[in-house]
């Protein structure tokens, strides 16, 4: 493995067992997270920072770019051009609320995190992103993914720039 990658300010607490199995891979975060209070604490090790383009080393497969958010909120998302898979982490959320134990079954309802759309929690961060977040967001839907994964829940694995257009309404 050459390169770990914590895509936003939530997925990074394991990368420091990766880096013990992988101590030669380069580590990429997004911007702003060595700055934190927790990792500074950490004994994560982060090398570059993920930027709004891909660097050398992926793009000629990959493209990337940044939604930075407020409240110290950043999301890279990764597009594979010969699949046309769009990989996000937490702007949509799918969780299957059938498996989820009943009192987390309402609270992830009530946060839309079961409806594959962004959950409400981080709407608030986005917008507080202004114009450059939305503009953002509205290159991540123009890509037309035939398919988008994420994080949490199922991802979508048809008519994915429809769905992706139907996410993100609450923003577009």
């Known amino acids: ?17 990766w880096q013990r199995a992988y101590s030669d891979a380069t580590t990429w975060a997004v911007p702003g997270l060595r700055d934190r ?6 004994a994560v090790r982060i090398d570059a920072d993920l930027g709004e383009a891909a660097p050398a080393e992926w793009a000629d497969t990959l493209d990337q770019g940044l939604v930075v958010g407020g409240a110290g909120f950043n999301e ?11 990989v996000l982490v937490d702007l949509i959320e799918n969780l ?10 309402l609270l992830m309802r009530a946060a ?3 409806r594959g759309t962004t959950a409400r929690y981080l709407r608030l961060p986005v917008r507080l992103g202004g114009a450059e977040a939305k503009k953002a967001i ?3 839907v123009a890509l037309e993914p035939a398919q988008v994964i994420f994080a949490h829940g199922r991802h979508f694995d048809s008519d994915g720039a429809a769905r992706l257009k139907q996410a993100f309404a609450w923003l577009i």
């Open 1 to 17: 493995m050459r390169h770990l990658v914590a895509p936003n300010v939530a997925h990074w607490t394991f990368l420091t067992d």
């Open 76 to 86: 890279a998302w990764f597009f594979h051009r010969q699949t046309r898979t769009l």
């Open 138 to 140: 509205r290159a991540i």
């Open 96 to 105: 299957d609320d059938e498996k989820l134990p009943p009192i987390a079954r």
């Open 112 to 114: 839309a995190a079961t």
């Open 37 to 42: 209070a927790q990792v500074r604490a950490s």
